[in-house]
């Protein structure tokens, strides 16, 4: 610390921030946010591959074994601790062949962070994203974050809104490309939303409406995915709620 300037360190709860049980704020001139040695990142991963297929996911150059082994088509994976790394490399590969790498994806990989990574696409030619989560609550409302992984379509429009409204007469809550996600976005609470998706060159609705009720402090994350008629999105949703 430089001399003759004062700088405060306050302690505040970690939980839904990050992977350690507390922060520290150093806040003098600026501003800081400390956290742990050792704590590493963490990796969860959602697999939204055409196919269907279960997935190997791999961190660094080390093909030894998968952080995250056979990860299943839709289902959310729970979360892998890695080490930190500002030049991560996640790849995914077919279960069992780390010889056939189908995306890399280049991460940088906080301490103290879990991130979300996202894949979707055609087998031997995914792509991916990968995202920072944080889960802190927010007084007076709920949160909702989208996230586009239904390999079979183009952009979609979700609409987040009461069951009455006249979707063709409001702008839409999100607009994503394919293998992308929205902001984690402050809600009202209420019971009456419904989550409706319509493809967005199309205009054609491809799923809902269906009863999405927020509460204050929730958070909420919803992965659309294909559903298998090809046709239609299928919603995984997560309760991110600690």
Do not use: C
């Amino acid at each position: 610390m430089a001399a003759g300037r004062t700088t405060s360190l306050i302690i505040v709860d970690g939980t839904n921030e990050g992977l350690s049980d507390i922060i520290v704020i150093a806040a003098g001139d600026g501003s800081a946010i400390l956290t742990p040695e050792g704590v590493g990142s963490a990796l969860r991963v959602m697999n939204g591959a055409a196919d269907g297929a279960a997935r190997d996911i791999y961190v660094g150059d080390a093909f030894t074994a998968p952080l995250l082994p056979a990860v299943e088509h839709g289902v959310l994976s729970a979360a892998a601790s890695t080490p930190s790394d500002l030049e991560a490399v996640i790849s995914v590969t077919p279960v069992g062949n780390p010889s056939v790498v189908e995306v890399e994806a280049p991460a940088e990989l906080f301490n103290n962070r879990l991130y979300t990574v996202v894949f979707t696409g055609e087998a031997g030619a995914l792509s991916s994203i990968v995202t920072f989560d944080s889960f802190r609550p927010l007084l007076g409302s709920g949160q909702v974050k989208f996230y586009h992984a239904a390999s079979g379509f183009g952009a979609l429009q979700i609409y987040l809104t009461p069951p009455d409204t006249n979707i063709d007469l409001v702008f839409p809550t999100n607009t994503l490309s394919p293998n992308a996600s929205g902001e984690r976005g402050p809600f009202n609470p209420g019971d009456d939303y419904v989550i409706r998706v319509r493809d967005f060159e199309s205009q054609t609705l491809v799923h809902g409406p269906t009863p999405f009720p927020i509460a204050e402090l929730d958070v909420w994350s919803v992965f659309m995915l294909d559903n298998p008629d090809g046709t239609t999105v299928d919603l995984v949703i997560v309760d991110e709620t600690l």
